[in-house]
């Protein structure tokens, strides 16, 4: 298995690398970068590079490490005792799966994506470790032990809310998306608006570049807000030339609640056209 990127995603050099190392490695690849910048995205296109299924496993701040093995609903089948039913003699029926027990025991090797694990208490990902490790748990309920088939490729994303711990680190090959330059992000607009006008394209990018750069701003856009951005500029048909007009009156871009998601950026860009009016 080699990934080598898909027509839907550009895939920079180094982060195929990453990602080939930690398939050949069967290491878990963790992967960190500013929101929207494709982290998700990424085990998705994988999937698809290798034509292989993909397993979600999204993480909240209140999920646990057992939920990804399996769940043993011990009310159902406490309700289904007064209630005289049949199926509460055998326990596996209150045995609820979890990503990871379909990860392991999946006839084809999967791709399972952890999303965003430091979500979680900080005790999550120590709780994985023997899983991930043996490639194996025990299931107290029914005596059994799932052993995986075949090594499933594990994709782990984090937005760094907070410290992974060290062991788990050490058992994990990481890699950082780094923001895309202007030409990457031109090749990754492309794929998504293909008949982008040059003229609109050069305008919006070097703005988005702009906001981006601006200091003090608490929020920078991200990819995926930029994509958003531009459809609005295709809906609205907005004209290059309004974007290269950045004078004191028109510091906020068009549309601008697209790119920035906080009220203290917009007052940011109203105090530098405040300021900068004064100046004149």
Known sequence: ???????????????????????????????????????????HEIAKGL??????????????????????????????????????????????KGKLWEAFTANQRPILLIDEIDKADIEFPNDLLHELDKMQFHVYETGETITAKQRPIIIITSNNEKD??????????????????????????????????PRLLTAALKRFYNVRDTPGLKKKPSTSELLDWLKLLLVEDIDPETLKEVDQKKLIPPLHGALLKNEQDVHLFERLAFLNRRSM
């Open 1 to 43: 298995m080699k990934f080598s990127g898909t027509e839907s995603y550009v895939a920079t050099q180094d982060l195929k690398i990453a990602v080939n190392a930690a398939i050949l490695l069967e290491r878990p690849l963790l992967i960190k970068g500013e929101p929207g910048t494709g982290k998700t995205v990424l085990a």
């Open 51 to 96: 034509s292989t299924p993909l397993l979600e496993w999204n993480i909240k701040s209140t999920t646990k490490a057992q939920q990804g093995l399996y769940e043993y609903d011990a009310v159902a089948r406490l309700r289904d005792s007064q209630l005289g039913e049949d199926r509460v003699h055998d326990i596996s029926n209150y045995i609820r």
């Open 164 to 197: 992974l711990p060290d062991a788990f680190l050490r058992r994990c090959f990481f890699h950082y998306i780094q923001f895309p330059d202007a030409q990457t992000m031109q090749e990754i607009v492309n794929v998504h608006f293909p008949d982008l006008k």
